[in-house]
């Protein structure tokens, strides 16, 4: 097995096998094969719907405000009564009543007279406009002068115009907003559907891999990248279920991913991904039925030995066993997974402009992502890259952001306006 292995990895026998392909292309290929994963929905009361992903469209079925309501506490009014009012000339209208708050308004505004509302109150039939208090003065009970010519539509919102029937106020893939609650309230709307979190979980596959209250021996590592991952799966709408350390031997995490399958949305091996004798993941996660493997190899450094397969309505991830690279790749394949799954809206990309502090090399056919600080002179950002061995967590602790060199391109210079992406 070792043997055909090595063949594939040398002359591109089973072709699948460490082939690098391009980020778009795995980013089509990964819509084409996890595009139809079905995680489900659930019913959610608005108060615990923050942050998850609407499963559908949301319209409204009412007007808001559903009543023509004042703005300001003052005296509703018809605006052609004002004209020319002024503070050395104003008009003395007729107090004709008032409007309680949470009531209807019974009393209509005829000409020469007002209406006294509250902020918010429903504007009372044949009045036009709303004088703030602050611009008139109460002579008696009955009548008021007024210091201000008002135009027709001033300080009232009318029906529909925050909200009218029809408007869609949650669209389906969207995160749910701390205003989105509030508008939901609004019309009406106490329970919404949204997806499920996608059921995740963790494989860290290596003889030499140690939990983290564990003390090691010369060769062992205490395990990195399963929590890095869930924390990320995290961040992205998804659900951790379960996470264990596997040895390196093909049963072993067979019979793990086995166990998982059909329970989970999304199984991820951390390590046992390259070419290497003991580099089981790539043919164990092929074995699960079609369509199996399409992605073993990836045009990015670091982490050129990603694998994606699908089998059993589950998406299938080996990610590089080097920190660093299991990092990255699973920062910009990891997202887009749960972009798919979640049917995520397209998101506004987080970045700061910023001038790079030493030149930077790319690689030959891969996209180069470079990890570094963010250092804010005069108003002026600056980027000092961090360049260390993919396997360094080090530089992705203390980083704030990431550069992206495209391939072809021979790198960037010292002195130039990158892009730093902060998310
Ligand atoms: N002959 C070749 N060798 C390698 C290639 C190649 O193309 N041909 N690719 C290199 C690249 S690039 C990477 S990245 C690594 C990835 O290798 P694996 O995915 O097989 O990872 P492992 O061998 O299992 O581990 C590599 C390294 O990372 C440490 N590790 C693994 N898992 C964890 C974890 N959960 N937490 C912390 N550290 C972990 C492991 O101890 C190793 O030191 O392959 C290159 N080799
Ligand atoms: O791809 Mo490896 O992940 O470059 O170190």
């Given amino acids: 097995m070792a043997l055909s292995k090595f063949l594939d990895t040398l002359d591109g026998g089973m072709m699948k096998f460490l082939k690098a392909y391009e980020p778009y292309k795995i980013r089509e290929m990964m819509k084409e094969y996890f ?173 030499e891999i140690r939990r983290p209250e564990e003390d090691i021996k010369p060769g062992e590592v205490r395990d990195i990248n399963s929590f890095v991952v869930g924390a990320l799966i995290e961040k992205y709408g998804g659900e951790v279920i379960h996470k264990t350390i596997v040895d390196d031997d093909e049963g072993s995490l067979y019979n793990e991913v086995e166990k998982w399958i059909d329970r989970a949305d999304i199984v991820i091996v951390s390590g046992g991904s390259s070419a290497g004798i003991k580099d089981v993941t790539a043919e164990v996660l092929d074995s699960f039925g079609k369509p199996g493997l399409f992605v073993h190899g990836a045009a990015v450094k670091p982490g050129k030995p990603t694998i994606m397969s699908c089998a059993r309505d589950t998406a299938l991830i080996g990610l590089p066993g080097h920190p660093g690279s299991s990092s990255i790749i699973f920062t910009i394949f990891g997202k887009e997974l749960f972009k798919i799954l979640l049917e995520k809206e397209d998101a506004i990309e987080s970045f700061v402009e910023a001038e790079l502090t030493y030149s930077l090399a790319g690689a030959p056919g891969k996209e180069t992502y470079v990890m570094g600080t963010l250092e804010n002179r005069d108003g002026k950002y600056l980027f000092n890259p961090l360049i260390k061995k993919s396997a360094a967590i080090s530089q992705l602790s203390r980083s704030e952001g990431y550069v992206v060199i495209k391939s072809g391109t021979e790198g960037i210079n010292k002195g130039n306006t990158v892009r730093v992406y902060t998310e």
């Fill in 35 to 207: 595009g139809d994963i079905d995680i489900g929905t659930e019913i959610v009361h608005i108060s615990e719907a923050l942050d998850r992903y609407s499963a559908k469209d949301i319209k409204s079925s009412v007007n808001i405000p559903d009543f023509n309501k004042s703005t300001v506490d003052g005296y509703a009014l018809m605006s052609s009564d004002t004209r020319g009012a002024s503070e050395s000339m104003p008009v003395f209208l007729d107090v004709s009543g008032e409007v309680l708050m949470g009531t209807e308004a019974e009393t209509e505004v005829v000409e020469n007279t007002c209406v006294y509302v509250p902020t918010g109150g429903m504007l009372p039939k044949g009045a036009d406009a709303v004088v703030m208090i602050e611009y008139t003065e109460k002579l008696d009970e009955e009548t008021v002068a007024v210091n201000m010519a008002m135009h027709p539509g001033e300080n009232i919102i009318y029906i529909g115009e925050d909200i009218s029937v029809d408007d869609v106020i949650v669209k389906k893939g969207r995160k749910i907003t701390a205003f989105d609650t509030g508008a939901l309230s609004a019309i009406g709307v106490s329970e919404i559907s949204v997806f499920k979190k996608p059921r995740t979980v963790i494989i860290s596959s290596g003889d």
